[in-house]
């Protein structure tokens, strides 16, 4: 259905109007005709004259006064232009209108305004608990965390001498406002760690050796998935970018007061984002379908199938050197390339088509689109899901009895390395600046048919392929410039953002300082570093007491975040054991614990598979699976899937507490250690208007105009512009005027001409006069011409003739005859 709009409608109405004034000028003097007779005063012949000549008739029947053959050219030319103004008048009339439109602008300066809480109306507002006063915690190994306290209680018993340590695992104060004043500091939008919490939580008690009491771990419980709406969303406490990946940390509000045409603001907002790079193997799993017992699909004939990867690999070898995750560039592409290349030796050495050793390759029997028989143990494929995995070479079975292996050298400990040489941090790594967390994984995409038929239909006996790929994912923090739009309504639906791009700095001391912890007595898998702002890149560590955490800084852009991948993470899976770590620091934790499941995800109904999470895999989800399937036909798209399920993961894992007027990490608060302030919920939006004024932008409704609509318009004005100018010229030569204008309007009157030859004498009277004499004079009109005066009736030579049945109104003494200027009438004239 086509959209009117108001100038669409003007137009119309301009074009309805125009034809209606065609209407009276042609119907009125047809009827007006219909009551004429040929005997009227001969004022009244003139006034009809006028009626009738100045209607559409004499052009639509084409009589004399519309001739243009034998007219004087200033006669001519001034109809052509007269006809031709009329029609750009028409034109202009109709198409000028359109042009006209209504816009929501901007305006021009911003307002100052109070923002309140917009409540959450979907699964994540529903679900999300409310916030918890329990502690921020923190867990370094066997000993107190910097800036905390152990004590150590001895007891004699017998010869021996027992000690019992009691460790103070929370969060200091001191640590905790270096960290939000930092961020404040940058922007006052800008969160900390101590601005995320857990979104879904228990509460537990410490045990023996803390002094902690109450305290909360994280117990992951999906409310949402969000990958399939390929859009920027807000959710509780979040800005989820579905789109590039990557979460950002705002407890959202809104103006307080609604404005009609809605408001925009722009706010800097931490963000922690995945960054994936992934290279194609180049080797297929190819196998058949067939529909066993319970009409359920079976792979059958599954082989590993060689499209370039195994007969086209680089020789020599890549290097191998150790990677290094300090910040910087992390080399993802090359990290995924190396794993490659390796995961693609080995599994040919496991095959004996190549020599053990990478370093010294000296043949590579097979050629492109040659397959490898896989044993019928490997079953973990489904072919309409994908599958991530940590493990290198997952698809092949490997025997540790002696007799298998001094025939083939390769074993499971040659495709582990692989994993370790990618990811760079160990479990052993400092916990520093420099131990980037850095995961590496083999992804095999969805199924698609390589015999013809539609890659979402399983027929029995279709041939499916599946491509691999090896991505190697890092996590950094960032700084976006959000551009916020709030339209009228009520509640977190109401707000959008328009655009969440990269924060550009106009000068390298804008540019962010990060701090990372460095936690020289500990690894990094017996304490995580606490990370953040410290303000711009002039700034210091203002707090004395910052030198007790040995704050390893970095002006950039981002900072990639500490940390490494290990299966025995405290995971976001409850069935892993929540409960092994008494640590509440979601800031240090989620991020990694979200990469590691975004790296080991299978489908459901597969070993491996925990109930609690999402299936990412695609398996319950055809949309799921066809979005998997499209974007498996690139490395880049390969790696937008990690992306995106990292950022649904996280998303559902935590939330952010610091928005406009609202902050769980408050300054003010003097206790000794941190306690979170709830996140407010519907029923006390009114008490939540901040006294903090925020620069906003209103929008307003202006009216405006596309020019090119305006082209007929311009056209009329300047052709009138112009026969305006050459009035005023004529008339300062006095060639026209007022004057000139009545005589030739008398002077072509049909009234006067008639009178002209029945009373010459009055024809040189003005106009007042002539009519004041000759007004209630009649005329006869008939189509005998002109004859000489017969019975008082006198005859008038024209196309029509004109008679008098009254006697004329002249000087009785002055017979016609008596003018010698007017000549005798032919007969038959």
């Known amino acids: 259905m ?10 119309m109405i301009a074009a309805g109007v125009f034809l209606l004034q065609l209407i009276p000028p042609i119907i009125l003097p047809a009827i007006l005709i219909a009551f004429i007779t040929n005997k009227n005063s001969i004022v009244t012949w003139s006034v009809l004259g006028r009626l009738l000549h100045s209607s559409y008739w004499p052009s639509i029947l084409r009589t004399e006064t519309a001739a243009s053959s034998g007219v004087g050219r200033p006669v001519l030319v001034t109809g052509y232009v007269q006809n031709a103004v009329r029609v750009l008048l028409w034109l202009a009339s109709i198409v000028t209108p359109l042009g006209l439109y209504e816009s929501i602008e901007p305006a021009k300066s911003q307002t100052d305004t109070g923002f309140v809480y917009l409540p959450d109306r979907s699964a994540f507002g529903y679900g999300t608990p409310s916030r918890t006063n329990a502690s921020f915690t923190r867990i ?17 018993e017998g010869f021996a001498t027992i000690c019992n340590s009691t460790v103070d695992i929370r969060m200091p104060i001191e640590l905790r406002d270096l960290l939000v004043s930092g961020a404040a500091n940058f922007s006052p939008s800008v969160s900390s760690i101590f601005d995320m919490q857990w ?32 859009s920027i969303q807000l959710v509780e406490g979040l800005i989820v970018d579905m789109v590039s990946g990557g979460i950002g940390f705002r407890n959202h509000t809104g103006p307080a007061a609604s404005s009609g045409y809605g408001s925009t603001w722009q706010e800097d907002i931490l963000f922690v984002e995945p960054e994936t790079q992934c290279v194609n193997l180049n080797v297929t799993l190819d196998f058949g379908i ?16 060689d499209r370039g990867g195994f007969s086209q690999m680089q020789r020599p070898a890549p290097s191998f050197a150790s ?65 991530t995995t940590t493990d290198y070479g997952e698809y092949l079975v490997f025997d540790q009895s002696n007799t298998t292996r001094s025939s083939n050298p390769i074993g499971e400990e040659n495709f582990i390395a692989i994993t370790e040489l990618c990811a760079g941090s160990l479990f052993n790594s400092p916990a520093n600046i420099d131990s980037s967390i850095v995961g590496c994984s083999l992804l095999y995409g969805p199924g698609n048919r390589i015999d013809g038929g539609n890659s979402l239909i399983p027929d029995q006996g279709s041939r499916w392929s599946v491509p691999i790929y090896s991505c190697a994912s890092a996590i950094h923090a960032t700084v976006r410039t959000v551009t916020f739009q709030y339209k009228n309504g009520t509640g977190l639906d109401a707000l959008s953002v328009t655009s969440a791009l990269p924060k550009v700095y106009a000068d390298a001391i804008d540019a962010p300082r990060w701090a990372v912890e460095n936690l020289a007595d500990f690894t990094i898998s017996d304490a995580q570093p606490t990370w953040g702002i410290l303000g711009t890149s002039n700034s210091s560590l203002v707090d004395p007491s910052a030198s007790t955490y040995n704050m390893s800084t970095l002006v950039s852009e981002r900072l990639y975040l500490p940390g490494y991948i290990d299966q025995n993470y405290p995971l976001l899976n409850g069935a892993k054991g929540i409960t092994d770590s008494q640590q509440n620091l979601p800031g240090v934790d989620f991020y990694r614990q979200s990469l590691y499941e975004a790296l080991t995800v299978v489908a459901l109904g597969t070993p491996g598979y925990q109930g609690q999470l999402p299936d990412y895999s695609g398996q319950t989800s055809l949309a799921l699976y066809a979005k998997w399937q499209n974007m498996t036909l690139s490395a880049d798209g390969t790696a937008g899937i990690i992306n995106l399920i990292w950022t649904d993961l996280a998303a559902n894992t935590v939330v952010g507490t610091k928005g406009w007027g609202l902050t769980a990490a408050s300054l003010e608060n003097s206790t000794l250690f941190l306690t979170n302030a709830s996140l407010p919920t519907e029923q006390s939006v009114a008490g939540l208007s901040s006294t903090l004024q925020v620069p906003i932008t209103l929008y307003q409704r202006h009216i405006r105009y596309r020019l090119p609509y305006a082209i007929p318009a311009i056209i009329v004005l300047a052709t009138i512009l112009f026969i305006l100018s050459t009035l005023l010229v004529l008339l300062g030569q006095r060639r026209t005027g007022s004057t000139k204008m009545r005589q030739l309007l008398d002077g072509t009157a049909a009234g006067r001409i008639m009178a002209l030859l029945l009373w010459p004498k009055e024809s040189e009277m003005t106009g007042i006069e002539w009519i004041r004499n000759v007004r209630k004079r009649q005329v006869r009109v008939t189509s005998d011409g002109v004859f000489p005066e017969e019975d008082g009736v006198l005859h008038v030579s024209s196309n029509e003739a004109v008679t008098s049945e009254e006697e ?7 017979p016609l005859d008596d003018h010698p200027e007017q000549e005798e009438p032919e007969e038959g004239r």
Request: with cysteine.
């Open 808 to 814: 004329p109104d002249v000087d009785e003494t002055t």
């Open 290 to 305: 067939d529909y066993g017992y319970g009409n359920l699909p079976t792979i059958v004939n599954q082989v590993l199938t």
């Open 323 to 387: 990677a290094t995750n300090r910040q910087g560039d992390l080399l993802l592409w090359d990290r995924a390339y190396r794993a490659a290349w390796l995961n693609n030796f080995y599994t040919l050495a496991y095959f004996n088509a190549t020599d053990p050793n990478p370093s010294n390759i000296t043949r590579l029997d097979v050629t492109e689109g040659q397959t490898f028989e896989l044993s019928s143990d490997v079953n973990f494929t489904v072919f309409q899901a994908i599958r």
């Open 2 to 11: 086509v959209s009117l709009t108001v100038a669409d409608v003007s137009g």
């Open 199 to 230: 979104r879904t939580y228990v509460n537990l008690e410490s045990g023996q050796g803390s002094t902690t009491g109450e305290f909360i771990v994280g117990k992951v419980r999906p409310l949402s998935v969000l990958i399939l709406d390929e």
């Open 140 to 156: 370094c190994g066997q000993g107190a965390c910097p800036g905390s306290s152990m004590s150590q209680n001895c007891s004699t």
